[in-house]
T-cell receptor, first 111, second 113 residues
Framework: DTAVSQTPKYLVTQMGNDKSIKCEQN?????MYWYKQDSKKFLKIMFS???????INETVPNRFSPKSPDKAHLNLHINSLELGDSAVYFC??????????FGSGTRLTVV | AQSVTQLGSHVSVSEGALVLLRCNYS??????LFWYVQYPNQGLQLLLK??????LVKGINGFEAEFKKSETSFHLTKPSAHMSDAAEYFC???????????FGKGTRLSVIA
């Protein structure tokens, strides 16, 4: 069973489109995150949710909107996609004492 | 604010040689420290972590790291490199173990036959 699963694994879309990435964890963790990995491999936190509530929202364009329907899910919706949004997006979850578990990533390519 | 500095964006070693990847951190509270490995086109896999207790931490695949508070370091070592160790390695820090990880910029390890 996959602990943190993201769908889709690959996403190719045109500029201006709206897309969503889904994330689910079956670990019972109470905190979930979205990270962006750019072309230079740098990993930067975008959002952090704890028990469905937004805790951290780093400097991210408001075209990006996370949604957490329950503790096990944290989806990322992106409006009006731009070329610069092309990256690998990682979902992760954590709970004190358990550490952090990452999904396998979603490679987004905007053309 | 926390930060992580990984010295050397690229490290190259011969097969069988010692692997040493350097990580220094900055934190205003006792840190939780992690090393992750990322193989090409894959996700992040936890190698090892330091939370409290013993400062020498053993991880998977023969890797270990030592937390040195006086040097604010958490360097990753492996006595003998294998070809399969070639990957990107990330050091990360968090305040509490349940707050966002702050990552270093990564070190690409190449292993030469």
């Amino acid at each position: 069973d996959t602990a943190v699963s993201q769908t889709p694994k690959y996403l190719v879309t045109q500029m201006g489109n709206d897309k969503s990435i889904k994330c689910e964890q079956n670990l019972g963790h109470d905190t979930m995150y979205w990270y962006k990995q750019d072309s230079k491999k740098f990993l930067k936190i975008m959002f952090s949710y704890n028990n469905k509530e937004l805790i951290i929202n780093e400097t991210v364009p408001n075209r990006f909107s996370p949604k957490s329907p329950d503790k096990a899910h944290l989806n990322l919706h992106i409006n009006s996609l731009e070329l610069g949004d092309s990256a690998v997006y990682f979902c992760a979850s954590s709970r004190l004492g358990d550490g952090y578990t990452f999904g396998s990533g979603t490679r987004l390519t905007v053309v | 604010a926390q930060s992580v500095t990984q010295l050397g964006s690229h490290v190259s070693v011969s097969e069988g040689a010692l692997v040493l990847l350097r990580c220094n951190y900055s934190s205003s509270v006792p840190p939780y420290l992690f090393w992750y490995v990322q193989y090409p086109n894959q996700g992040l896999q936890l190698l090892l972590k330091y939370t409290t207790g013993a400062t020498l931490v053993k991880g998977i695949n023969g890797f270990e790291a030592e937390f040195k508070k006086s040097e604010t370091s958490f360097h990753l070592t492996k006595p003998s490199a294998h070809m399969s160790d070639a990957a990107e390695y990330f050091c990360a820090v968090s305040e509490s173990g349940n707050t966002p990880l702050v990552f270093g910029k990564g070190t690409r390890l190449s292993v030469i036959a």
